[in-house]
Every structure is written in structure tokens, then in C-alpha cells.
């Protein structure tokens, strides 16, 4: 609980973050800003359980629980694309995503 | 917790064996004989296989996280059978290509660790045991598709698939965030009991389901689909087509059909919609594809339509057609798949022109692709035919008869496309037809076992009978 902040304030800003996030997996051309935007949609879930789990269920832990396998497989997902990145990146010197597209219909 | 509870997971236990055995081998296996490992692997998996089949007690453990029951069992088995055919069809593959880089253990390890997510994603029995299970179900697949490194298609198809299925998985948290707000805990049980329809829980279930979505594929979250399953290697476009699809709904169906039970008339309506986009949009984009790996993506994506047919049934008969359709459809696509593999690994081929005049020349390769090909249709001696045929009756005994009706348009609009391959093997001449190959017997083996189950499935019916006497098990 943090004094003189609501939930909904908290609210608002982790759908901001989640929508900036999904914004920027749209619309940006290079693949590691895909990348943070996820960063940033994963994160807006993250908080988001953490929040409820402090705001309206104080009593058990699983919001919180929750959050912290959230942010191990955030580490694990970000570890393995930044694998993949590199490897295009060997093929094709280019992270820019207009460059690395081959396969369309 | 003493060993009977944790006999429970017999499956997953057995899978782990499997794998550290596998680790084992490949330390201690001599580098001349590093081939073997594929025959090894093949083996160790054929008696997990057989062992899956032994009977098993039904029960949860870890406080309700993990559950199991009947359903589950066969369901389980049945992917193990499966992912079990693929590993025949793909054996000659990871000899002739692979072995060469010393990187067919890990395609072994990942495969098997794909499978283990998937376990404990269906038999998960909350929130967060089902969160971990996708994830360990999607990480290693993404790897896989990306897993010949000096391609630039198979790196391209790896970048958007892991992108898109984090983008995807993501969304599904966010989804099961508001439904823990909603309701104040993440477990299946308790969820069910004091869900209520309200705007968050509805909030919650659409981005739930979108997130759900992408690992199916249905339309508007289908865009990695024909562009992953075109770039990646043939077996893993096989396993995301087949094994991974039918894990991702069956999960599906039990979490509808008991934790968001009370939200049923929002997402029946979501279903119903879905699915009449998913069947024009996966038929109408097959009919302009020429190369057969993008074809299979495009007709996969109309069949997954097809399956939700089965979820606007909310009683038995639903939920069989549901197992039985995946069941069989897991057999058609493997057979496809499998013989678009023989081709591609004999002549490096993979359009639909150069299959012209195959019949000619590889009659028996024909014949499989054809009965594959007729059941993914649905024409009546085959297993695809009984199977659609069920879900339009689960879809009309509840009254949808408009949406039978547009499925039976689209499954007309499908066998066109069907037939086009098929004349193109039987009726086309060619003078530069694929010349004669014998495939490796590891090959003829996966396609005889995909062809067998084609047609048992089909015409036996103590199959049908017995899934629909266990699809109660998973609601207690």
C-alpha cells in the first residue's frame, strides 16, 4: 500500500505501459525495440498482479508469487530471441526488420 | 506426499528419464558413434510410449496445481504416439542433415522438453502451473525453428515466432491479472466457484483467450503462422501444426468449460465469431498457395475453425467430438506432413507444381498423401469425415444451424484445394516428374503408422465409444 495512491492510479499507468508496449510491437522497424516493447507489455502484467495482490487481497502471496515467475521466464524469453537476433544478425548484418523479411505471401 | 501421489505424474517422470538419459549418451557416446543417438532416442521414447499406455489412478497433488484424470491420460498418450511418428519421420532428416553439425541431441532434448510443458500445461490446475507449462512448451520449440542456424529463412521464422508468442503470452497475463482481481486467487477450483460476469472478468477472459489464440492460431491472431511453418525445418513445422495446436486446445476446452463456465454466453459469442473468420480466412488464403509447407499452414488454420464447432456444445457429445477431431487430425496432418518431408529430404522440392505426375513414379508416397489429404477433407470411409461429421452434430444439436451450414460450405471450399494437389499427383503428366526414391525405413514406418491411424481411428469405432466414456473425467 503506498499512502494517497489509489488502485485505479496504479491501474491506469500499468494499461499505459501495456498499451505503449503493444504500440511499440506494431509499429517499431527494429527487432530489439520489438523486443523491449515485450519488456514492457510482460511488465505491465507483472505489476498489474503485484498491485491487486497488495490492494485488494493482502493476505495471500500468490499475485506476488505470480510476478516473480513472470519476470524468470521475461529473462528466459528475452535470453533465447536475443539468441535468435544475433544469429539473423550473422546471416544478414541487419537488425532492421525490412531488411531481415524474406517470407511473405 | 509419499510415492503412489508421486506416481501421478508417471508421464512427466518418464519424459525426464528420457531426457537426462539422452544428456548421459551424449556425453559418453564416442563421436564416430554420435549417429546412434537418434536410434537411441527413437527407442527410449517407443517404451515411454508403451509405458503411457498402462493404466493409471486418477488425483491431484501440489495443493490442486497438478491434476489428472482419464481424459488426460489418453490425451497424453495420444501426443506421445504423435510426437512419436514425427521422430520416425524425421530420423533420416537428422541423419543426412544434422548429425554432421553434432547437434541432434539437442533437437532431441528440446522436442522432449517442448512435451514436458505441454504435460504440465494440460494437466495444469491453476494459473501459474499453467503459465510455466506454456512457457516451456513454446521456448524450446522457438529454438528449434530457428535451429538451422546458417538459413536465413529458418532465422527469420524464429525471430517471429518468439516474438509473437511472447507478445502473445503476455497478453494472456494480463488477461489472468484482471481475473485474479476479479475473483482473488489463480486457482482452477476456487475460480469457478466465485467467477461472476462483470465487465473486468469479460476484459479478462478476451485478452485470455487472444493470448490462447496465438498458440492456435485462429483468425485475427494467425499472421506468424504460414511464415513459421514456411521457414522452419518440416518436422518442427509438423510438431507446431500438430501436437502443439492439439495441446493448446485441449487446454482450452478445460479452462472454458469449468473455470469461466459462468461467462459462457460471452464466449460462446466470441467462439462462434472466431470461428466462421478462422475457416473463410484459413481456406480462402490456402486456395492461392503454391508452395505445399504454406498450404499445409493455410489449411491447418482452417481446420482449427472447424474444432471450435465443437466447444458451442456444452455436454458430452461436445466434448468428445472435441478430443476425437484433434485425434484425428493429429494422424491426417502428420501423413502430409510426413510425405511433403520424404519429398523435400529425397529431391529438395517443396512446390505444389513439382508433384506432378507423382503417382507415376512414387505410387505409394501418393497413396499416403492422398488418404491424408481426403481425411483432412472429410471424405466418408476416412477418419476426417466421422470427425467433422460429429462436430456438426454437436453444433446443430444446439440449435446453430447457420454455422453448420457455413461450415459446410467451407469444407466444400477445402476439398477443392485438396483435389488440386491430388490432381496434380494422379492426373497431371510430367516429363520431369520426381524420379522414383526409396525412403530410409525409419520414414515408411512414421507414414505406415500415420496412414493406420487415418483409417482405425475412423472405422473402429470402440475408439470413439471409449473417449466419449471418459470426456466427463476432467470436469470433477
Given amino acids: ?105 | 506426499m509419499n510415492l503412489e501421489s508421486f506416481l501421478l505424474m508417471r508421464y512427466e517422470i518418464g519424459l525426464l528419464a528420457v531426457i537426462l538419459l539422452l544428456i548421459v549418451f551424449e556425453i559418453f557416446l564416442n563421436k564416430k558413434h554420435k549417429g546412434s543417438l537418434i536410434d537411441i532416442a527413437i527407442v527410449l521414447f517407443t517404451i515411454h510410449t508403451i509405458i503411457g499406455f498402462l493404466p493409471l489412478a486418477d488425483g491431484s497433488i501440489f495443493g490442486g496445481m497438478f491434476k489428472t484424470n482419464a481424459l488426460l491420460h489418453f490425451f497424453k498418450s495420444t501426443l506421445n504416439v504423435g510426437v512419436l511418428i514425427l521422430l520416425l519421420q524425421s530420423a533420416d532428416w537428422l541423419k543426412e542433415k544434422v548429425v554432421q553439425q553434432n547437434k541432434s541431441t539437442e533437437f532431441f532434448i528440446l522436442l522432449f522438453s517442448s512435451l514436458l510443458g505441454m504435460y504440465y500445461m494440460i494437466s495444469s490446475g491453476d494459473f501459474l502451473m499453467f503459465y510455466i507449462g506454456l512457457e516451456l512448451a513454446t521456448l524450446p520449440v522457438a529454438a528449434l525453428v530457428a535451429y538451422e542456424t546458417f538459413k536465413q529463412d529458418s532465422a527469420e521464422a524464429g525471430v517471429k515466432f518468439i516474438l509473437s508468442s511472447a507478445l502473445a503470452s503476455g497478453t494472456a497475463l494480463l488477461g489472468v491479472s484482471f481475473l485474479y482481481a476479479t475473483t482473488g486467487t489463480i486457482y482452477f477450483d476456487a475460480m469457478a466457484e466465485v467467477l461472476t460476469m462483470s465487465n473486468l472478468s469479460i476484459l479478462g477472459f478476451i485478452f485470455f483467450f487472444s493470448g490462447l489464440a496465438f498458440k492456435i492460431s485462429l483468425v485475427p491472431f494467425h499472421f506468424w503462422t504460414a511464415d513459421v511453418y514456411e521457414g522452419a525445418p518440416i518436422s518442427i513445422a509438423s510438431f507446431l501444426s500438430v501436437i502443439s495446436k492439439g495441446a493448446a486446445v485441449i487446454i482450452l476446452m478445460i479452462i472454458l468449460f469449468t473455470v469461466m463456465k459462468p461467462l459462457m454466453p460471452v464466449w460462446i459469442k466470441v467462439i462462434y465469431m472466431v470461428s466462421i473468420a478462422t475457416m473463410f480466412l484459413g481456406n480462402i488464403f490456402a486456395l492461392r498457395q503454391k508452395n505445399m509447407k504454406r498450404f499445409l499452414a493455410y489449411s491447418s488454420i482452417a481446420q482449427a475453425g472447424f474444432i471450435l464447432l465443437g466447444f458451442l456444445s456444452n455436454d458430452q457429445l461436445g466434448y468428445t467430438t472435441i478430443i476425437y477431431f484433434v485425434a484425428i487430425y493429429i494422424f491426417s496432418n502428420l501423413g502430409a506432413f510426413g510425405v511433403v518431408q520424404a519429398i523435400s529430404l529425397a529431391t529438395g522440392k517443396e512446390n505444389m507444381d513439382d508433384y506432378e505426375g507423382l503417382y507415376r513414379t512414387n505410387p505409394k508416397l501418393s497413396l499416403v498423401m492422398m488418404l491424408a489429404l481426403f481425411s483432412l477433407a472429410g471424405i466418408p470411409p476416412l477418419a476426417g469425415f466421422f470427425g467433422k461429421f460429429f462436430l456438426y452434430t454437436a453444433a446443430a444439436s444446439q440449435g446453430y444451424y447457420l454455422l453448420v451450414f457455413i461450415a459446410v460450405v467451407n469444407a466444400t471450399i477445402s476439398l477443392y484445394y485438396y483435389l488440386l494437389v491430388i490432381r496434380a499427383m494422379f492426373l497431371r503428366k510430367n516429363e520431369n516428374a520426381i524420379p522414383f526414391f526409396k525412403s530410409q525405413p525409419y520414414m515408411r514406418l512414421g507414414l505406415l503408422l500415420a496412414s493406420i491411424g487415418i483409417l482405425v481411428i475412423g472405422m473402429y469405432s470402440p475408439i470413439y465409444e471409449y473417449i466419449y466414456s471418459i470426456s466427463n473425467s476432467f470436469l470433477n
Fill in chain 1, 1 to 105: 500500500m503506498i499512502e494517497g495512491i489509489s488502485i485505479y492510479e496504479i491501474l491506469t499507468l500499468s494499461s499505459i505501459v501495456f498499451f505503449v508496449g503493444v504500440y511499440g510491437f506494431f509499429t517499431r522497424e527494429n527487432l530489439i525495440t520489438v523486443l523491449m516493447s515485450i519488456e514492457l507489455i510482460l511488465n505491465a502484467s507483472a505489476l498489474n498482479f503485484v498491485i491487486i495482490n497488495t490492494y485488494l487481497y493482502p493476505d495471500f502471496l500468490q499475485g506476488a508469487v505470480f510476478s516473480i515467475f513472470i519476470i524468470a521466464m521475461a529473462a528466459a524469453e528475452t535470453a533465447l530471441a536475443i539468441a535468435i537476433i544475433i544469429n539473423l544478425y550473422k546471416l544478414v548484418a541487419s537488425v532492421e526488420v525490412k531488411d531481415t523479411e524474406k517470407l511473405k505471401y
